[in-house]
């Protein structure tokens, strides 16, 4: 597992060691569950891919990186949780990790818990009349010691086969942390449920979408920021601005995907948007229909621009280091996502990725508010100056752009001082090797897998 462990600068020194979990037992029969859609591929803030399938955990051996302290003071059931972060969220653990006391395994749960519930919608081979009730219920299932589902073929599967895990941890947290995540995972459920027949079809309705996925997220991280005392009570009263954070993420996800989705039958992007400019939203795919399909993608676009204003407000709020380095990242690399995805065919021909070195670089700078505005601007104005003279949304996305500059030039008079235990430059530089050396080392794992099952056969 990578990850910064503690909060000293020993967290740098690391070492290898070879892990294997063996999952719990089910006590209990898995109640009416079911199958799904996306909070893991762009929920929780997250800018980058899930890993590959678990491994059945018994069975599943992982190079490991921890803080020596930090390992021995865990349990073996939290050691668990977090060797399932890594395996279920390949660049969103670095950030997990690199939080500061307590809040780390609060988020950690946080996520494993929405990542399982997230893993039952997605389940497609889960009938409705068990899904639906599945999701309502899946809240519940928090304190029901022995529940686990086994009848999942999601490549997360692990998550909820060894729910029992995650859950104990869960009840192991202190009680303001296990209200938000409760609540939100209630909240979650219900909303997943609603949407599973729902098709998203105005701008309106993509708005309750996106924050069924991703704002909910928001929302409870912005709480468990501030039960930890980390943040202000008032990062965690204002649930719109948490909203918006969310929302922006998950909209970001939503529009660089369109090709990826509509080869799976899944629709996401809002029919009033699209149906003005072609019949079905798979026609944008069609190279005679590029015109159209750019008109489309930049009117999205140009919507979820609309979010940043608040994600500079949030962001300038924030005090703890490690938090705002946790919040930062994922919002500059989504707004540098739809730089390079606006106005750009390939989103409508394969897959649309900002390059290495800028998420490296975006990593190593977005450690202060002064830097994420300039950031901010920096891909405000490449956007600017792709804007097309015939552009139907031209307009609307000038005057957003314009709006964007304004609040952020307004912003950096009044910023607030931030103290915090290490450098941002050092937990910067920890997330990164954190990051690499979970790519690497999974990598490394798997070719040695491989070579080991070629050599059994």
């Not at 106005?343 to 800028?358: C, D, E, L, T, W």
């Amino acid at each position: 597992m990578a990850g910064v462990c503690c909060k000293c600068p020993v967290s740098l020194s690391v070492f290898k060691r070879s892990l294997s979990v063996a999952p719990r037992g089910c006590g209990s029969a898995p109640r009416s569950l079911l199958p799904g859609w996306r909070l893991g591929e762009r929920g929780l803030q997250e800018a980058a891919r899930p890993s590959s399938a678990l491994r059945p955990a018994s069975l599943y051996r992982h190079t490991a990186f921890f803080c020596l302290s930090c390992q021995e003071s865990m349990s073996e059931s939290l050691r668990t949780c977090y060797l399932y972060l890594n395996q279920t969220s390949r660049s969103f653990a670095a950030v997990i990790q690199a939080l500061d006391g307590e809040l780390r395994h609060a988020v950690c749960i946080f996520y494993l818990v929405l990542r399982a519930l997230d893993t039952v919608e997605d389940d497609m081979t889960i009938p409705l009349e068990k899904k639906v009730p599945m999701l309502n219920d899946f809240h519940t299932y928090l304190y029901q010691h022995e529940w686990c589902f086994t009848e999942s073929q999601e490549k997360d599967r692990q998550v909820l086969v060894d729910f029992p895990t995650i859950s104990m941890e869960f009840r192991n947290l202190a009680q303001e942390y296990r209200d938000v995540i409760s609540d939100i995972c209630h909240r979650m459920g219900v909303g997943m449920a609603e949407f599973l027949e729902k098709k998203v079809g105005t701008m309106k309705e993509w708005d309750q979408y996106c924050h069924y996925v991703a704002g909910l997220v928001g929302i409870g991280l912005s709480k468990l920021f501030s039960a930890s005392q980390l943040e202000d009570p008032e990062v965690g009263r204002d649930t719109e601005l948490a909203n918006s954070m969310g929302l922006f993420l998950q909209k970001t996800n939503i529009i660089r995907d369109y090709l990826e989705d509509t080869q799976q039958g899944r629709v996401f992007w809002p029919q009033e948007a699209w149906s003005q400019f072609a019949g079905r939203l798979e026609d944008f795919a069609q190279p005679e229909k590029l015109e159209s399909a750019l008109s489309c993608l930049n009117l999205l676009v140009t919507d979820a621009l609309g979010h940043i204003p608040d994600v500079i407000t949030y962001l300038s709020r924030l005090h703890n280091q490690s938090v705002f380095n946790f919040c930062a990242i994922p919002q500059v690399m989504a707004i540098a996502t739809l730089s390079t995805c606006y106005n750009n065919p390939m989103v409508f021909q394969g897959v649309v990725k900002i390059r290495k070195g800028q998420t490296v670089t975006l990593m190593m700078e977005a450690t202060n508010m002064r830097a994420v505005q300039t950031i901010i601007t920096q891909y405000s104005q490449e956007i600017l100056h792709k804007i097309s003279l015939t552009d139907p949304s031209r307009e609307k996305t000038m005057h957003i752009l314009a709006v964007i500059q304004e609040k952020s030039t307004l912003s950096q008079s009044s910023l607030p001082s931030r103290t915090h235990h290490l450098s941002p430059m050092y937990l910067s530089a920890a997330m990164l090797l954190a990051a690499l050396s979970w790519q690497y080392l999974s990598t490394t794992a798997a070719q040695v897998q491989n070579s080991g099952d070629m050599q059994e056969q």
